[in-house]
């Protein structure tokens, strides 16, 4: 195990506090996986914590120590049981000094195990096992884990989907019967974990077990053709998703870029200019153009942005006589698509003969 998470549990202990790994590192790691994500489960209270680990901002939120280092996001959490799901989190935490408790509220086996600062397994659940045999099982009662927080609906079928693992008879029958509580999460919620089935390459697949749990419908999204790419901007791009989904400026921007792009159903001098290499490599993966082609005609374009035009804005307005305005926009703008499409050459005396005759 690396030094630095070594550390982390030994400074809890040498306090005199419990601390082990849970959650995804541990479950990732036996399957061979890194994660940088790092949970830690403790008998030591927020503020023990505070006084430990003197962090500049007390990121302690429902009771949590969050703090990253080069390497990892820790996050250390109390023991607790949990009662009274309220949307988003848990309306009342209450702290206990017992490890098995904490575990047992947690949601799957695999999710249960745990790792001392020495790396042995401690694994009262059976999550090894689980793990094992691919196996997505519920901890304690499935119906009341499920409907005490119906996030965990999703969260099953995302392990099962990006870990290629199956859910456990019960499970699924249950999942079955409680997908419509799906509809009570927050769109926030439900987008974590839809992000995550997406850039799963298992993501058709995960669709069609969507549909067949009866959970689809309450995503609110429709797709027609899908192709996986490995950016969820790329992702949501193909899909037709419901408004109450927030997505950033940026996010909106580059989907409706790609969109715009798959529309026209081709990669162009235009489209490179316009939208840059990324996105347009975004694009040609859905439409199937070969990658190598996109690159190698981004490298010659004539022009790739405003600036490179050989000629400066005051330039033109002097050669042309004219006051800076939206005409001389409009003129800079054409003489850019001629010099896209081959038609203009971006070079100084090419474009002041331009400006004064046309093109020749
Ligand atoms: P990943 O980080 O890959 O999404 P994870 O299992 O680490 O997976 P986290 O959201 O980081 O998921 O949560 C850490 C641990 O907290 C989980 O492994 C699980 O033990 C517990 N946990 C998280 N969400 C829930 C939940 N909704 N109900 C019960 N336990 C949960
Ligand atoms: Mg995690």
Redesign the pocket.
């Known amino acids: 195990m690396d030094k630095y998470i070594t550390k982390v549990l030994k400074q809890i202990e040498s306090n005199g506090f419990e601390a082990y790994i ?4 541990v ?2 790691k036996l399957l061979g996986k890194k ?1 940088t ?1 790092v ?1 830690i489960c403790t008998n030591a209270l927020p503020k023990d914590l505070i006084n430990i680990f003197n962090p500049k901002v007390n990121k302690s939120h429902y009771g949590s120590l969050r703090f990253r280092t080069e390497k990892y996001t820790f ?1 250390i ?1 109390t023991y607790r049981q ?1 009662e009274n799901y309220v949307k988003r989190r848990p309306n009342r935490v209450v702290y206990i000094n017992n490890l098995l408790e904490d ?1 047992k ?4 086996t695999i ?2 195990i745990c790792l001392n600062n020495k790396e042995d397994i401690i694994d009262p659940l059976g999550g090894r096992k689980d793990l094992d045999n691919h196996l997505i099982r519920c901890i304690g009662d499935v119906a009341t ?1 499920l409907e ?2 119906p ?2 609906i999703l ?1 099953a079928v ?2 099962s989907i ?1 870990l290629g693992f199956n859910l456990e008879e019960e499970l699924r029958r249950e999942i079955v019967n409680k997908a419509y509580l799906v509809d009570t999460l927050s769109y926030e919620r439900r987008r974590e974990e839809l992000d ?1 089935i997406l850039l799963s390459s298992n993501v058709l697949e995960g669709l069609e077990l969507l549909k067949e749990l009866g959970i689809f419908k309450y995503l609110e999204i429709e797709y027609q053709d899908l192709v996986y790419v490995n950016d969820i901007c790329a992702m949501y791009s193909q899909l037709k998703v419901s408004d109450n989904y927030n997505f950033t400026k940026s996010e909106k921007n580059i989907i409706n870029s790609i969109r715009k792009i798959i529309k026209l159903g081709m990669i162009d001098n235009h489209s490179l200019y316009q939208y840059g290499l990324y996105i347009n490599q975004l694009a040609g993966k859905i439409l199937g153009i070969k990658m190598k082609k996109i690159n190698d005609m981004f490298e010659a374009l004539p022009i790739r942005s405003i600036k490179e035009l050989d000629i400066s804005y005051n330039e033109i307005c002097a050669i042309l006589d004219i006051k800076p305005s939206r005409d001389v926009k409009v003129l800079v703008n054409q003489m850019i698509d001629l010099i896209l499409e081959g038609k203009l050459e971006n070079e100084r005396e090419a474009i002041i003969s331009y400006l004064r005759k046309g093109i020749k």
């Open positions: 849970v959650g995804g590192y479950r990732d994660s994500d949970d996050d959490t949990e575990l509220r947690r949601d799957f999710n249960a884990k005490e927080d996030l965990r969260r995302r392990f990006t995550k």
